[in-house]
């Protein structure tokens, strides 16, 4: 009798302890849960590694079965494709939504962050600004850009005008606009209301400071400004961001899967970075929303959302450090893969480091370590795993005079060493594909979590052919035998 593929059951509670899959580990079996995952999940492997194939796919494949909402970032040409493969593996597909230029998924960011007031708007385009630029630290032009900006969305608001990204790159120069603007809020606001003091605060700004700058330094304040609010003023990123609304970010609570197909490689790449960290903060803010407006009560029934992104360093900004101290509560998942520590010192200043440092050590619900010879990122990983106390016996030898006549001896003393060396890490890892039997192997490590024989540290494997390997009724000892082997091999 033919069988029928069976169909997605649809859960409605998840509770922390809930477990997500287990990892291979060499002698045990390690339990993930959806409380770790929602305290972030980094995963870290050089170019090759198969962090992609392997654990990024194994723990993302058992989110989507768990039913999570899901913001999949994409910066690589291939990643929406998969993500679309790996929904449709979960029984998801239904799910799936797709922004892409040209595709019906439209969402207008400023309809919806207008409802948070203007500091929101202003906050999104810093975010922007962040990731374009390439830096975290504001001088003087990106702080009075931002200044500018934030006066001119009040008078928008003020003026009761609909927030356009065009509208505003147009007033930010016009003098002429900004008057009209001035005057069609002064007669919609009453004297007796709390807009009467904003408006008196524009106003002041427009006719005074910004007419009494000189003209080189409004030309550096709009030269700051103009390339965060450019990518949404025309062409298909208009029609994307600036018109109509197909996509709530709350959408994601209800089951949701977007997919974001605007890499941020080519020609393009300024829209897919500006694409991608608008919907990363608005989908942050709303989590954020629910959260502080009090709609996260009975957590067991919040469905958890988790924002994903490979190759997480073109879309790093300052609210993710922030952010993940509280995703647990939040029920959110912040679920980053990148290849070195290295990739996030790309922008310049000097709270880049420290602003990392927070970041990387939040993310510490599920941390894994695939093949990296990258030796900043070595030292990091280090110093989580910690030193053990080692033996080391040393041998001396004393002869002298044409007898040979001498003494020899040895002596032991404990030391500390790291846990394991770089290169463990560089070659002693298995990188997928028919070379290493298609299988991944990496390094697990959860803060306040031990592994068998008290380590603080346990090797895990994601093999690239799981559905194969688990019909064939794989364990441990078989992963064992498939990839230890082959390791020990290719280090000899």
């Not at 979960?90 to 948070?116: C, H, Q, S, W, Y």
């Not at 390439?134 to 900006?149: C, F, P, R």
């Not at 790159?169 to 069609?184: P, Y």
């Not at 002869?399 to 770089?422: C, I, R, V, W």
Request: hydrophobic share 40%; net charge positive.
């Amino acid at each position: 009798m033919k069988t029928t593929k069976q169909e997605h059951i649809r859960r409605t509670e998840w509770r922390a302890s809930d477990i997500l899959l287990h990892l291979h580990g060499l002698t045990e079996e390690i339990p993930i849960t959806v409380g770790q995952v929602c305290e972030g999940v980094m995963v870290m492997g050089a170019s090759g590694s198969g962090k992609t194939t392997g654990p990024v796919h194994d723990i993302q494949l058992a989110e989507m079965k768990a039913d999570f909402g899901m913001l999949n970032l994409s910066v690589k040409l291939d990643e929406a494709a998969r993500a679309r493969r790996l929904a449709n593996k979960a029984g998801r597909g239904k799910d799936v939504m797709v922004m892409k230029m040209g595709g019906p998924t439209k969402m207008n960011f400023l309809d919806i962050l207008r409802e948070g007031g203007p500091d929101d708007v202003v906050s999104a385009f810093k975010q922007i600004s962040q990731a374009l630029m390439g830096q975290i630290e504001e001088n003087e032009w990106t702080q009075m850009s931002q200044q500018h900006l934030s006066n001119l969305v009040k008078l928008f608001i003020l003026s009761g005008k609909r927030l356009e990204v065009s509208e505003l790159r147009l007033a930010a120069i016009d003098l002429k606009t900004q008057k009209m603007l001035l005057d069609e809020a002064a007669t919609r606001i009453s004297m007796d209301t709390p807009d009467a003091h904003t408006l008196k605060m524009v106003s002041s700004y427009f006719s005074k400071e910004w007419r009494m700058m000189k003209d080189e330094t409004k030309a550096s304040v709009l030269m700051s400004l103009t390339p965060t609010l450019n990518p949404f003023c025309d062409g298909p990123m208009r029609e994307l961001f600036c018109t109509d609304t197909t996509f709530h970010p709350k959408m994601l609570r209800e089951g949701k899967i977007l997919i974001m197909d605007i890499p941020c490689v080519g020609e393009q790449c300024v829209y897919g970075i500006a694409a991608n960290v608008i919907m990363k903060y608005i989908v942050q803010r709303m989590i954020v929303s629910d959260y502080k407006e009090g709609r996260i009560t009975n957590e067991r029934r919040i469905r958890p959302v988790v924002i994903i992104a490979d190759e997480c360093h073109y879309l790093v900004t300052v609210t993710d450090s922030e952010f993940i101290t509280t995703s647990r509560s939040m029920r959110c998942s912040m679920f980053y893969a990148t290849q070195q520590i290295n990739n996030f010192y790309r922008r310049s200043g000097r709270t880049v480091e420290a602003e990392t440092n927070i970041l990387l050590s939040e993310m510490h619900g599920v941390r894994v370590m695939c093949q990296n010879g990258d030796e900043k990122t070595y030292k990091w990983f280090m110093s989580l795993l910690g030193e053990e106390w080692r033996e080391r016996t040393s041998l001396s030898a004393n002869f002298s005079g044409p007898t040979g006549a001498g003494s020899a001896g040895a002596s032991m003393q404990m030391h500390k060493e790291n846990q394991l060396s770089q290169r463990d890490l560089s070659i002693g890892l298995a990188r997928g594909g028919p070379a290493y039997d298609f299988v991944v192997t990496g390094i697990l490590q959860q803060s306040g979590h031990t592994y068998a024989g008290g380590k603080m540290f346990s090797q895990v494997a994601f093999p690239q052919q799981f559905d194969f390997l688990r019909k064939k009724g794989a364990s441990c000892v078989l992963l064992h035998r498939l990839f230890g082997k082959r390791v020990k091999q290719k280090n000899n």
